[in-house]
Structures are given as structure tokens and as C-alpha cells.
């Protein structure tokens, strides 16, 4: 059972060694376009809210 887990540390030790010496060990995805609509809507859902909550108090006239 010990020399299991002694070869699984040490291929895990190489594995990160490994990725370590590489420049870029993950590529970067970009952001998708169902998540961009949704990062927008979630923001101009955040504005319109914010918006209605200063037209619910007639004595300010200031929205930002």
C-alpha cells in the first residue's frame, strides 16, 4: 500500500515538474457569447433596478 501511494506522489510530482517548466500550462478560453449576453443583461438588470429605486423617491432628482 505504501509503494502505491510513493509511485502516485511521484507521478504527481512529475506531472507538476512538467507544468511547471512549460510556459503556458493551460490554454485561456474566452468568454462565450451566451455569456457575454448574460453578464450584459445582468448589468442593465442591476441599472434598471437601481433606476426605479431612485424614481421611487421623488425628493432626490440625482440617479447616479
Not at 504527481?12 to 468568454?31: A, E, F, G, Q, T
Amino acid at each position: 500500500m505504501a509503494n502505491q501511494l510513493e509511485n502516485l506522489v511521484q507521478s504527481i510530482k512529475s506531472k507538476v515538474r512538467s507544468l511547471k517548466k512549460s510556459k503556458k500550462p493551460y490554454i485561456k478560453m474566452d468568454k462565450s457569447s451566451s455569456v457575454k449576453v448574460e453578464i450584459r443583461s445582468r448589468k442593465a438588470k442591476q441599472l434598471i433596478d437601481k433606476t426605479l429605486k431612485k424614481a421611487d423617491r421623488p425628493g432626490k432628482r440625482s440617479i447616479s
